[in-house]
């Protein structure tokens, strides 16, 4: 155990001092904010940050820019999103001046019910192969999206990412490493290799790839709109795939999906509004931690101090236990989303945390019942747009119709089997969701969009991007540059309990003595080595008229301007 700490706090002690290593910005930052006037692309890719500026420079929009960056996304990040999908958007429109959500979620297929999972046997529902696949919510996001709000049309939208499958792109690091992973364990399935595997292996660092597939199903897209994808050739042959392969989503199930426009919540932190999406994602968990901690003076023990690392952690416990019992498909249960974020509610949950010991459990509240891409973009008339998008499980299902170039999602998997759960299986609901979009407002303004990925990491990455901006006063590279804290082990939205406490994973940066003193608090430490990755932002400052764009250094991503 000695061995082990001390390995760790010269990994951290010799991380953390090369982070310093800057004349101007925080400690933390890798490199200066982006700084522009008419427009801001942040992605977890280069090429498709270019591209989200060559939509502005040719006179679309944010909404346009994002379209166009998630679809480029799709092909050159498949380990992390891609049509197959689901998606969710917070929109600040400029000409309302008011912010939009956007639920993009698919929901279970009507023709399979939970008997059947336990007349087959199955304590729950399996992460890969056709079980898990709900209905992919992309396609008909981004034509909702630009129906609403665009203003290039499709064709022209589109058309970067199908001229880049068709001609092909280099593969970059990161995602040529996590294509490399995944290879592994979906190439079994059939079809996968060819789409993903044409000379025989997954495509490595610096190699061109291309994606005729996906490039025609683009196309399609382009000139029928989203009933290509839902209705016809492309739905059939997702649904005989599908079913192929054990699966139940039918054509039916494809073309009765519909998006939902919904109402963003809010809490108001230290006077900044910080808005997410409420259930069936998570975004509520972010809202629930920064009302708990508002109440101390985080500035004073700052981001490297115990009492900072230990109050988050138990703030994030108990909202992740309300996070198990309640947030589900809304259209399902009533969900009691107002007393969840409420200042009260939050002053009752306080008082279970002891400042000097870290709980091995919480229960939770009393309430009446009633790999992921992120990416923003904002525009020379105000226009400023945060997406999510996602497979889940890196590429998701596994299961890839013939033809169509992109592997289905598998976010059944996180339904549950638990009788009377707010999120247990049952046809046509949407499952819990871990991806979240996120915005700040400060005087009913726009101040930042930001987000980023990694599961159950989301809200508490929120969170601490909040903390980071407001309370210790970090510029917008710095503050998703800081190292990180993850909590993992306590409830999951499955129905499983924490009853050890679970882990407490830093990243390197954290020093020495608060790694003790946190042990001698009882938590439970892990070494992790940037596994948090995938924060993009961009920040309005209304006083000089310009937009800073932030891509974090643990993805290939780039924030640029014009």
Known sequence: ??????????????????????????????????????????????????????????GGNAIDA????????????????????????????AKTQKLYGLNGSGRSPKGLTKQWFLDNDYEKIPAFGALPISVPGAAKGWFDLHDRFGKMPMKKVLQPAIDYARSGFPVSELIGYYLGRSGNFLSKYPNFKETYMPSGKMPAKGEIFKN????????????????????????????????????????????????????????????????????????????????????????????????????????KKL?????????????????????????????????LIDENRAARRYDPGNLEHGETIYLTTADKDGNMVSLIQSNFRGMGSGITPPGLGFVLQDRGELFTLEDNHFNEYEPGKRPFHTIIP???????????????????????????????????????????????????????????QMSDGGWLSLETGFDYETIRALMRMRHRIRYSNGI?????????????????????????GQAAGY
């Not at 159950?456 to 970090?474: C, E, K, R, T």
Request: charged share 20%; with cysteine; hydrophobic share 40%.
């Open 66 to 93: 994002a379209i166009a960056c998630n679809a480029c996304l799709g092909l050159m990040e498949p380990t992390g999103c891609g049509i197959g999908g689901d998606i969710f958007a917070i929109v600040w429109d």
């Open 1 to 58: 155990m000695r061995l082990y700490l001390t390995l760790f706090v010269f990994i951290a002690t010799y991380q953390f001092s090369i982070a310093q290593d800057r004349v101007t910005g925080r400690s933390f930052a890798t490199r200066s904010e982006v700084i522009a006037q008419n427009g801001m692309v942040a992605t977890s890719q280069p090429l498709c940050t270019q591209v989200g500026i060559d939509i502005l420079k040719n």
């Open 532 to 556: 948090y990755g995938g924060y993009q932002a961009i920040m309005w400052d209304d006083v000089n008229k310009v937009y800073y764009g932030a891509s974090e250094s643990r993805k290939d």
């Open 319 to 351: 909202a992740f236990e309300d996070r198990a019992k309640y947030y589900a498909d809304m259209d399902f249960n009533k969900i009691p989303v107002k007393e969840l974020i409420s200042k009260e509610y939050a002053n009752k949950r306080r008082e």
């Open 438 to 496: 996120a915005f700040i407002t400060k005087d009913g303004k726009p101040w930042v969009s930001f987000g980023l990925m990694g599961g159950a990491m989301q809200p508490q990455g929120h969170a601490q991007i909040v903390i980071n901006l407001i309370d210790f006063g970090m510029n917008l590279q710095a503050a998703g540059d800081a190292p990180r804290i993850s909590h993992g082990g306590s409830s999951q939205p499955t129905g499983e």
């Open 212 to 315: 005729p597939f996906l490039a025609n199903t683009y196309s399609q897209l382009a000139k029928g709109g989203a009933d290509a994808f839902y209705k016809g050739k492309i739905a059939k042959t997702i649904a005989d795939h599908v079913k192929e392969q054990g699966g139940f989503l039918s054509e039916e199930d494809l073309a009765t999906h519909t998006s939902e426009w919904i109402e963003p919540v809010s809490t108001n932190y230290r006077g900044y509004d910080v808005w997410e999406l409420p259930p069936n994602g998570q975004g509520i968990a972010a809202l629930q931690i920064l009302n708990i901690l508002e109440k101390y003076d985080l500035k004073s023990y700052g981001l490297d101090s115990p009492e900072y690392v230990h109050l988050f952690t138990e703030a």
